[in-house]
């Protein structure tokens, strides 16, 4: 699934894409991609909008228009917005294009189509629930600490919780806890306030990191000119099959499910107590 990283780097190479142009109409292969409002009205809320400004909240996209709309977009498991020429053929995986007036198209493709857009004025509705943006200044050890203060779930859950922190998912949250030397099913109440400014420390490595490699290309992630990321090259445990084992101290990497997902970690340099 695309994380923060990945949605960074979609936001700042489509910007200078697609901000300033303005939208000519919409093709949608599977309605269901829209989530509000209804399909008429989106499609004809969104024809004649111009893209005055693109943001991102966690691993959400927005879209600021000129009508004072905004478009959400969330890729969920599997999407990639990619741009493509002017009435390029669609492949087979394209769910929606959103023609501009430019050379180019917007294709948003969803092989698993969980990928879904909202149309609102307030993009609170949206993403208003989402935790702290970790790489905003904002964000510090000692407001770390404060969230996990009391926490009971295991820290590995709580980085993955979008109210928690926004825009970390299973990749990065097993890459900072390795990172940090902390045991994913450790509760997050318990960490020491050297160990949470450990884990600081990592969160913004790893996702600063991933931003400057362009995300990483695990699964069905594209940039939106169709290249992929490298940052699961720097991957020091996420997406290793077990039986591999720790760059650090060669212990062979470990996975056990946490909340039906895989989490990779050391046993050795991540204990549990
Ligand atoms: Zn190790």
Known sequence: MPELPEVETIKSELAPCIVGHCITGVTLFWDRIVRQPSLEEFCSCIIGQKIIGIGRRGK???????????????????????LKPALAEPDKFVRAIIHLDGEVD????????????????????????????????????????????????????LLCDQGFVAGIGNMYAD????????????????????????????????????????????????????????????????????????????????RIPIRNRGSYFCPKCQPQF
């Open 60 to 82: 959400y996209l927005i879209l600021n228009l000129s009508s004072g709309k905004v478009l959400i977009i969330h890729l969920k498991m599997s999407g990639s917005l990619l």
């Open 106 to 157: 917007l294709h948003f493709r969803d092989p698993r189509k969980f990928g879904v857009m909202w149309l609102v004025y307030d993009k609170d509705t949206v993403v208003g629930k989402l935790g702290p943006e970790p790489l905003e200044a904002g964000f510090t050890p000692q407001l770390l600490a404060k969230l996990l203060k009391n926490r009971t779930a295991p820290i590995k859950a």
């Open 175 to 254: 890459e900072a806890l390795f990172a940090a030397r902390i045991h994913p099913l450790r509760p997050g109440g318990k960490l020491s306030s050297e160990e949470i400014r450990r884990l600081y420390n990592a969160i913004q490595q790893v996702l600063w990191l991933a931003i400057g490699c362009k995300g990483a290309s695990v699964d069905t992630y594209f940039r939106p000119g169709g290249e992929l990321g490298t940052a699961h090259f720097q991957f020091q445990v996420a997406h290793r099959l077990s039986g591999k084992f720790c760059p650090v101290c060669g212990t062979t990497i470990e």
